[in-house]
């Protein structure tokens, strides 16, 4: 499912203009990014948590590699959402 798909499903189940759909869907996601860059974890109760994980790691192979810590964004889902995915069985 892409951005277009998600702004068509909703103006569908809505009725309100896709233009205004996309907008707000857009923000949301300009808002998220935004939070998590200034480092800042956004939690969606019953959807999941985008959390910023910092990751470093050293590398041996007869020379050891060191590269630097650093932040990398990660979805972490809620367990009713977890629950429901495992649950869906396509036909």
Not at 7 to 33: C, D, F, R
Not at 80 to 86: E, M, P, Q, Y
């Amino acid at each position: 499912m892409t951005k277009a798909d998600i702004v068509n499903e909703i103006a569908k189940n809505t009725g309100i203009e896709k233009v205004t759909v996309q907008k707000a869907v857009e923000s949301l996601m300009e808002t998220v990014k935004d939070s998590m860059v200034k480092g800042n974890n956004v939690y969606l109760r019953g959807f999941g948590s985008f959390i910023v994980k910092k990751r470093a790691r050293n590398i041996s192979k007869n020379t050891t590699i060191i590269i630097p810590a650093h932040n990398i964004p990660a979805f972490k889902p809620a367990k009713t959402f977890i629950t429901k995915v495992k649950s869906h069985v396509k036909k």
